[in-house]
């Protein structure tokens, strides 16, 4: 009776608007949530893993041997140091967690990829510079329903980027970013401002135009907050990012084509045709006949459904 009583009391609030509504995840968006989560962990027990590793030969001051330190054929050198009884078991057990970590994260990751190819949002996110096939899942979990935000500035209040704002009396002062959100949508959308910032054409003049006055820490601040409206513009409208480069953006989809693989791409699909239909539905690249793949190798394209550009 009293549950029931409750119940109607917060239907009522919720009507009369006294009360916000809060939006409960489908089981889908948790589950993809929980996976996120549980490769993030991963990464950063491997992480660990290999600072402790590092910090044992700084200890005894020993020289490493050329390329990869963790690759699995370096294994036997680890185990041949002969560092005492307790350094040589913290030995053994870092490479044990660094193999588990490693593995589990491989297996999260296929599954990932097999979820990233039933969802069409995630190509309208890896259009974006810096964003991959696991930025996109991991912001597509944290954001749910993009309907959810009326306006882009709502989204960015969620992932705690926008400025602190002081009120008193005549006077209005706006300060650093509340961080008052999901840290996961902060994190990966800063680190894709550091990767546009580095690649593509528009987000170098923007850093060029910002640090002078904000400096480096604050224009990538800046940079990632006008990324995540991007972020809400491509999910809502559905289309392409108004500084998309059509070549860019065709070499990051044939980078996604092979990721997913044939196993995950529609049957009998060649990563050509699959790049052609994903420029199509973004109304890009009209005129791109091929995306040059490495120092020497292109891949041909199939001709675009599209009216070539100045047609």
């Known amino acids: 009776m009293t549950d029931n009583i409750a119940a109607l009391t917060l239907a009522r609030l919720h009507a009369v608007g006294l009360l916000p509504p809060v939006w409960v995840p489908p089981p889908a968006i948790r589950d993809l949530r929980a996976l996120v989560s549980q490769r993030t962990k991963m990464v950063r027990l491997a992480t660990q893993a290999k600072n402790r590793l590092h910090a044992a030969l700084h200890r005894h001051h020993l020289a490493t041997p050329e390329g990869d330190l963790f690759a699995a054929d370096q294994r036997d050198w680890w185990l041949k140091l002969d560092l005492g009884l307790a350094e040589d078991a913290r030995i053994q057990c870092d490479l044990d967690t660094l193999a588990f970590a490693q593995a589990q994260t491989a297996q999260l990751a296929e599954t990932l990829t097999a979820l990233a190819a ?8 890896i259009q974006l510079p810096g964003v991959g096939l696991i930025t996109a899942l991991t912001l597509l979990a944290a ?3 993009i309907s959810r935000f009326p306006a882009a ?7 705690g980027l926008g400025a602190r704002v002081h009120d008193s009396g005549q006077t209005r002062r706006t300060g650093r970013i509340t961080k008052a959100g999901r840290r996961d949508i902060r994190f990966v959308i800063v680190e894709a401002a550091h990767a546009a910032c580095r690649s593509h054409p528009h987000w170098k ?9 904000l400096g480096y820490n604050k224009a990538i601040v ?3 907050r006008k990324l995540l409206v991007a972020v809400w513009h491509v ?3 559905e289309t392409a990012d108004r500084f998309a480069v059509p070549e860019l953006v065709a070499r990051k989809l044939l980078h996604h084509a ?18 052609r239909q994903q420029l199509d539905r973004l ?4 005129n791109l006949s091929a995306i040059r793949w490495g120092p020497s190798r292109t891949v041909a394209l199939p001709a675009s459904s599209l009216a070539p550009a100045g047609a």
């Open 258 to 275: 092979y990721t997913l693989g044939q196993a995950h791409r529609p049957a009998d699909q060649t990563t050509g045709e699959y790049v």
């Open 205 to 213: 003049k923007e850093l060029a135009r910002l640090e002078p006055r």
């Open 118 to 125: 039933q969802d069409e949002r995630v190509v309208l996110l």
């Open 283 to 286: 109304g890009l690249g009209a």
């Open 143 to 145: 954001i749910g329903d």
């Open 153 to 159: 500035k709502h989204l960015v209040g969620y992932a």
């Open 235 to 237: 999910l809502t409208e």
């Open 222 to 224: 800046a940079i990632a």
